[in-house]
């Protein structure tokens, strides 16, 4: 399984910004999908996940009612629609897969990591 992360960029707070992460292969419908971030000196954190069975979702507070996780089975894709960007945002962004068919916000329990992409949130 390969993921590939795309869509980071420079913004301006408030600004909205859509990243995406294809899932290469042809198993995307069997895999959770998540995001995380990790901001300069600190440990990479949870943001959402879609689970695969009903395409449920979970966020981490901090993103809730900003942040938008979704996901095209058509495409392999899985998206992170975030709205309201705020300085504190400002982190690279990973997609992450796991086949457990449990979400967790630990990072050990995610399989499969992308590259990530940067996410600059100015002020």
């Known amino acids: 399984v390969q993921l590939q992360a795309s869509g980071g960029g420079l913004v301006q707070a408030g600004d909205s910004l859509r990243l995406s992460c294809a899932h290469s292969?042809?198993?995307?419908?069997?895999?959770?999908m998540g995001w995380f971030r990790q901001a300069p000196g600190q440990e990479r954190k949870f943001v959402a996940a879609?689970?695969?069975?009903?395409?449920?979702?979970n966020y981490a507070d901090s993103v809730k009612g900003r942040f938008t996780i979704s996901r095209d089975t058509a495409k392999n894709t899985v998206y992170l629609q975030m709205n309201s960007l705020k300085p504190e945002d400002t982190a690279v962004y990973y997609c992450?897969?796991?086949?457990?068919?449990?979400?967790?916000?630990?990072?050990?329990?995610?399989?499969?990591w992308g590259q990530g992409t940067l996410v600059t949130v100015s002020s």
């Open positions: 992450a897969a796991n086949y457990r068919n449990y979400i967790s916000a630990t990072t050990t329990l995610w399989d499969y």
């Open positions: 292969g042809r198993t995307f419908v069997s895999y959770d």
């Open positions: 879609i689970r695969r069975s009903d395409g449920s979702t």
